[in-house]
């Protein structure tokens, strides 16, 4: 089907500039002068960082990578989210926030646990 257009029209419609979108409709957010790739993600940075302020957790870090290698060979890389000491329970987490669990999260959440015996927690 065409679709026919005064001159005026299209130039309207070119003018408007679309915004390329997530894959998963996440929005970018800007909190404490760090970009997160989500809404979700910002939300618990800002309740790990009052953990921090009440002595829960410490040793906080962003975007982690993990070398996932079997056998010698460097099979994946793993950013994890979040890596952070919890004093509450005594051990180290991993915390990745996902709205959509993909089959490559999942099989590098494996490779995690083959790899490094690390859990990966995930937060929706």
């Given amino acids: 089907m065409t679709l026919h257009l005064t001159r005026e029209q299209g130039q309207a419609i070119l003018a408007q500039k679309t915004k390329p979108?997530?894959?998963?409709?996440?929005?970018?957010?800007?909190?404490?002068?760090?970009?997160?790739?989500?809404?979700?993600?910002?939300?618990?940075?800002?309740?790990?960082?009052?953990?921090?302020?009440?002595n829960e957790v410490t040793d906080i870090e962003l975007q982690r990578w993990y070398d996932l290698i079997v056998n010698g060979v460097l099979v994946a890389r793993y950013r994890a989210?979040?890596?952070?000491?919890?004093?509450?329970c005594f051990t180290r987490r991993i915390v990745d926030t996902k709205g959509v669990v993909t089959r490559d999260f999942r099989m590098k959440q494996r490779l995690m646990k083959a790899c490094h015996g690390l859990e990966i927690e995930v937060v929706k």
């Fill in 21 to 54: 979108t997530n894959k998963y409709n996440a929005k970018r957010v800007l909190l404490d002068g760090i970009c997160f790739d989500s809404k979700a993600e910002a939300n618990y940075y800002a309740a790990l960082k009052l953990r921090e302020k009440a």
């Fill in 81 to 88: 989210d979040f890596v952070f000491f919890d004093r509450l």
